[in-house]
């Protein structure tokens, strides 16, 4: 069982940022050959990929996103970070992260961090 923990998340005002965290409980020859990514889901939505980095570093954001939020990872860590600036209200739901492969996600999800933006 690979276990994603994610951290960071709270209540912000519209404006703010927030630095979040997510940490694979996966071998590091692994997780250095995984896309990662980082979702969200907001209540009546479908869970959405909002930022994606590649083993190599290469990144990839959402258009809603894109010039806010920067994704990054630290291969010696096993983690995967999104720095996320400018929050708006829209940006509220609960963000998680996994491995991005051609099937879709690589682990079961973990239990996300939620993201609270006030206007």
């Known amino acids: 069982q690979v276990q994603l923990v994610e951290s960071g998340g709270g209540l912000v005002q519209a404006g703010g940022s927030l630095r979040l965290s997510c940490a694979a409980s996966?071998?590091?020859?692994?997780?250095?050959?995984?896309?990662m990514g980082w979702y969200r889901q907001a209540p009546g939505k479908q869970r959405e990929l909002v930022a994606g980095?590649?083993?190599?570093?290469?990144?990839n954001y959402a258009d809603s996103v894109k010039g806010r939020f920067t994704i990054s990872r630290d291969n010696a860590k096993n983690t995967v970070d999104l720095q996320m600036n400018s929050l708006k209200p829209e940006d509220t739901a609960v963000y998680y992260c996994?491995?991005?492969?051609?099937?879709?996600?690589?682990?079961?999800w973990g239990q996300g961090t939620q993201v609270t933006v006030s206007s």
């Open positions: 980095i590649t083993p190599g570093g290469s990144t």
């Open positions: 996966v071998s590091g020859s692994i997780f250095r050959i995984v896309a």
């Open positions: 996994n491995g991005r492969s051609i099937n879709g996600p690589v682990w079961n």
